[in-house]
C-alpha cells in the first residue's frame, strides 16, 4: 500500500507565504513525477506546478515566480513553497505521485487526500 500524507495547508493573508510537504510512504521502489494540484470551490482540479525525478519543474502560469516545488528524493517528500498568496490561491491542494512499487510493478498515479488552503484578502 502507498500512502501521500499532505501538511501545511491553513489560513494566510493576501500577500503572505505558506508551505505545503507530502511525505509518500510504502512499498515504494521508485518515484517519478511528484506534483501538486489544486481544486478551488465549484471548479476543476487543476495543476500547480510538477517536478520530476531530476529536478526539472512545470508551474501553471498563474502560480509562476510565486510558487516554488521541490522534492528530497531520499525521503519521497516533495514541498510547495507558496508567496506573494492572493486570495484566488484559496483551494484544497492535493499531492499526486507517479510511483512504482514491488506490488503493481508500474508506475501508478497516487493522490493524497487533500489540505485546504484558505487566502484572507
Known amino acids: 500500500q502507498v500512502q501521500l500524507v499532505e501538511s501545511g495547508g491553513g489560513l494566510e493573508q493576501a500577500g503572505g507565504s505558506l508551505r505545503l510537504s507530502c511525505s509518500a510512504s510504502?512499498?515504494?521502489?521508485?518515484?517519478?513525477?511528484m506534483g501538486w494540484y489544486r481544486q478551488p470551490p465549484g471548479k476543476q482540479r487543476e495543476l500547480v506546478a510538477v517536478?520530476?525525478?531530476?529536478?526539472?519543474?512545470n508551474y501553471a502560469d498563474s502560480v509562476k515566480g510565486r510558487f516554488t516545488i521541490s522534492r528530497d528524493n531520499a525521503k519521497n517528500t516533495v514541498h510547495l513553497q507558496m508567496n506573494s498568496l492572493k486570495p484566488e490561491d484559496a483551494a484544497v491542494y492535493y499531492c499526486?505521485?507517479?510511483?512504482?512499487?514491488?506490488?503493481?510493478?508500474?508506475?501508478?498515479?497516487?493522490w493524497g487526500q487533500g489540505t485546504q488552503v484558505t487566502v484572507s484578502s
Open positions: 499526486n505521485a507517479d510511483i512504482y512499487t514491488l506490488t503493481i510493478r508500474y508506475f501508478k498515479a497516487y
Open positions: 517536478i520530476n525525478r531530476g529536478g526539472s519543474t
Open positions: 510504502g512499498s515504494i521502489v521508485s518515484i517519478n513525477v
